[in-house]
Nanobody, 116 residues
Framework: QVQLVESGGGLVQPGESLRLSCAAS????????MGWYRQAPGKERELVAT???????NYGDSVKGRFTISRDTARNTVYLQMNSLKPEDTAVYYC??????????WGQGTQVTVSS
């Protein structure tokens, strides 16, 4: 069983930055891809960024050029650096670990609010 714990959310003003962290209970990066997703009130959960097993990264169109996903294998932690935040980035952000087959784990989520 993999446990994921997100942290780093909060209230910021437009244009500011935040860094989210997702700590995994075990060293899973060799077998699981990692991703960040978000869900705003009344909207479906959407992809923000992923870090594949091969080490490549992918981003949702709305965050390209502003957000960066990275990982620290020694700490079993995935990060999401969010710059130039906009009010439309307001959402609950979730971490996900997944691999081929019915193997996927979600964290509990962390709230990000961008407001002046």
């Amino acid at each position: 069983q993999v446990q994921l714990v997100e942290s780093g959310g909060g209230l910021v003003q437009p244009g500011e930055s935040l860094r989210l962290s997702c700590a995994a209970s075990t060293n899973i990066f060799r077998t699981y891809a990692m991703g960040w997703y978000r869900q705003a009130p009344g909207k479906e959960r959407e992809l923000v960024a992923t870090f594949t097993l091969g080490g490549s990264t992918n981003y949702g169109d709305s965050v390209k050029g502003r957000f960066t996903i990275s990982r620290d294998t020694a700490r079993n932690t995935v990060y999401l650096q969010m710059n130039s935040l906009k009010p439309e980035d307001t959402a609950v952000y979730y971490c996900r670990a997944y691999r081929t087959g019915p193997y996927a784990y979600w964290g509990q989520g962390t709230q990000v609010t961008v407001s002046s």
